[in-house]
């Protein structure tokens, strides 16, 4: 009798055991958005909210959600992405927390001349466009991986195209910065933050999917995601991208001692 109860209650800790390691699992597993979820112009909290690390209606988010979640996902320190992540505050009227679907407010942090994303002008400047990732899509031939370097040259060749058809376009200094870091970011995220090398395969899903590419072998960074690791891979993508500035902007203020 004794040990019938013994044994009962080893399999209801094994069965309680078992639902809770495959929930953890399927906790993060891929769930495309459903028509009410919402999404952002910003494939890195897209995929995070595709796997359930961010709210998978995109709604309420508040800034520690985003720092864990980037964290927890990605190994991105809150360094790196704390600045844009108050600034998402701005897009909407509550006090603490932001709507995905918001952060396309025009010029807060959403910018023109994006890799993925059409300019605000051009009418959609929130959903994947395939035609505009091609520039990307296409990029270093003749090696399986992109780097700093072909990040650079994407650049430079989405903004020309922007220049050449967008009368009103937004480019200085703030959008420049922004789209280095998110250069750096993709190339990190999806590949190794040290050298800024990154599987042509991985980023692909990353952008056109929104999802983490574990079935395809990759694996969250082992290293942190920091301004130090991400700046020198800032200073080839923005060499590379042979910039210029078409406006100036006044300066911006974005925290003690940071202007620029
Ligand atoms: C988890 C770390 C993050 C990663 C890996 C990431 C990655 C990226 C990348 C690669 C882009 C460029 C998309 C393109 O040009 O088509 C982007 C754009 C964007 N990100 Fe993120 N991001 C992260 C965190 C954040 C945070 C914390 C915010 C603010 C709450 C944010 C807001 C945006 C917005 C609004 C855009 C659109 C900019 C534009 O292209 O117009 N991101 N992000
Ligand atoms: C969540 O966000 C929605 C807007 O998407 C808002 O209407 C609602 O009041 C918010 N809920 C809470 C609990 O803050
Ligand atoms: C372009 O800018 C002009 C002048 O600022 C403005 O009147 C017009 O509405 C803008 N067009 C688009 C599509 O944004
Ligand atoms: C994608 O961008 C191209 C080039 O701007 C545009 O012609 C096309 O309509 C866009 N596609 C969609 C589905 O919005
Ligand atoms: C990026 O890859 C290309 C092609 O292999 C190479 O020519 C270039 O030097 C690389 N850039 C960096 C920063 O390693
Ligand atoms: C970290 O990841 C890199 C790239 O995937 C790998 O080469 C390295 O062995 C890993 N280091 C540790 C300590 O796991
Ligand atoms: C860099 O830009 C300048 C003008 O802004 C141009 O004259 C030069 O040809 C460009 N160089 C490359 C390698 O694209």
């Keep these: 009798m004794q040990l019938f109860k013994f044994s009962l209650l080893l399999s209801a800790v094994n069965l309680a055991?078992?639902?809770?390691s495959s929930?953890?699992?399927n906790r993060h597993s891929w769930i495309a958005p459903t028509s009410t979820d919402v999404r952002s112009p910003c494939p890195g909290l897209n995929t995070l909210a595709n796997h359930g690390y961010l709210p998978r209606n995109g709604r309420n988010i508040s800034?520690?959600?985003?720092?864990?979640?980037a964290l927890d996902g990605f190994n991105v320190g809150s360094d790196s992405?704390?600045?844009?992540?108050?600034?998402?505050?701005l897009?909407?009227?509550?006090?603490?927390?932001?709507d995905?679907?918001?952060l396309q407010l025009h010029n807060l942090i959403e910018h023109d001349a994006s890799i993925s994303r059409g300019d605000f002008a051009s009418g959609d400047n929130l959903h994947f466009n395939e035609t505009l990732f091609s520039t990307l899509a296409d990029a270093n031939p003749g090696v399986d991986y992109y780097n700093a370097t072909s990040a650079g040259q994407v650049q430079q060749e989405r903004l020309a195209i922007s220049l050449a058809t967008n009368p009103n376009i937004t480019n200085t200094l703030k959008e420049f910065l922004l789209r280095c870091r998110?250069?750096?970011l993709y190339l990190?995220?999806?590949g190794d933050p040290l050298t800024g090398v990154a599987p042509k395969k991985f980023v692909q899903i990353f952008f056109r999917e929104e999802r983490m590419p574990i079935a395809e072998g990759w694996t969250r960074p082992n290293v942190t995601i920091t301004p130090d690791t991400t700046s020198p891979i800032e200073v080839i993508v923005g060499e590379a991208s042979n910039w210029t500035a078409t406006q100036q902007c006044e300066d911006l203020v974005i925290g003690p001692n940071i202007t620029i």
């Design 81 to 89: 992405i704390i600045q844009a992540a108050k600034f998402g505050l």
């Design 188 to 190: 990190s995220v999806m």
């Design 23 to 25: 929930s953890s699992e």
């Design 63 to 69: 800034v520690p959600m985003i720092m864990d979640a």
């Design 182 to 184: 998110e250069s750096a």
């Design 100 to 102: 995905l679907d918001a």
């Design 17 to 20: 055991y078992s639902i809770a």
């Design 91 to 98: 897009s909407g009227n509550a006090f603490t927390t932001m």
